[in-house]
């Protein structure tokens, strides 16, 4: 069966350092892998998404990137975090075969504080 | 654009009946989805409809109407447990494009 880890789950860290948030998939091969962030009582926003290694869109230009250094692992990075940065993060796959339910499932999530 | 839209909160009692309805404008979507978060918690997938129509899957059901650009879900015999954000999410290559979540509360 297939899973998704994503840590950490809690994350607090100064205004103007860096981030490196990480997601695997195991049990599927060449997963379409997902960024998203959650603020408070609102709901998902998109801000990267892969389609295989080495390939990103960008939903939102901000201070984070991603990248996608083999096939089932996600990196979700900053070099100097903002407050606004703060937020729930979710990593996401779904299977990349012609499936247009892309039905998505999430990691646990991880909750950034920046302060 | 596109955007769907939710009501921000629903209220319903223990053992009643509640429908989350889900407005969109756009077009050219595989489908619609929808998802369940617990607070803390992450989505996790509970109904598609890729056809008009009513689907049903235990206690929820999901409809889709797509000359209306409307949908719902259809939650039965409420426990507490469901209490839970729910999301509608129409389909497309790669992406879903999300609404903003219906905060459903259960009264006992």
């Known amino acids: 069966s297939q899973t998704i880890h994503q840590w950490p789950a809690t994350l607090v860290q100064p205004v103007g350092s860096p981030l490196s948030l990480e997601c695997t998939v195991e049990?599927?091969?060449?997963?379409?892998l997902y960024w998203y962030r959650q603020a408070a009582g609102r709901g998902l926003q998109l801000l990267f998404y892969?389609?295989?290694?080495?390939?990103i869109s960008s939903e939102v230009p901000q201070n984070l990137s991603a990248s996608r250094p083999q096939d089932r692992q996600f990196i979700l990075s900053s070099k100097k975090l903002l407050l606004s940065d703060s937020g729930f993060y979710l990593c996401?796959?779904?299977?990349?075969?012609?499936?247009?339910?892309?039905?998505?499932?999430f990691g646990a999530g991880t909750r950034l504080s920046v302060l | 654009g596109q955007s769907l839209e939710q009501p921000s909160e629903v209220t319903a009692v223990e053992g009643a009946i509640v429908q989350i309805n889900c407005t969109y404008q756009?077009?050219?979507?595989?489908?619609l989805s929808w998802y369940q978060q617990h607070d803390g918690g992450a989505p996790t997938f509970l109904s598609y409809?890729?056809l008009d129509g009513l689907e049903e899957t235990g206690r929820f059901s999901s409809f889709l109407s797509r000359s209306d650009s409307y949908g719902y879900l259809l939650l039965q015999e409420l426990q507490m447990k469901d209490s839970a954000s729910y999301f509608c999410?129409?389909?497309?290559?790669?992406?879903?494009?999300w609404g903003a979540g219906t905060k459903l509360i259960i009264k006992p």
């Open positions: 892969s389609v295989g290694i080495g390939q």
């Open positions: 049990g599927t091969s060449n997963p379409n």
């Open positions: 756009t077009s050219g979507f595989y489908g």
């Open positions: 996401a796959w779904s299977a990349f075969e012609w499936d247009t339910k892309n039905i998505q499932y």
């Open positions: 409809n890729a």
């Open positions: 999410a129409v389909s497309f290559n790669y992406q879903l494009i």
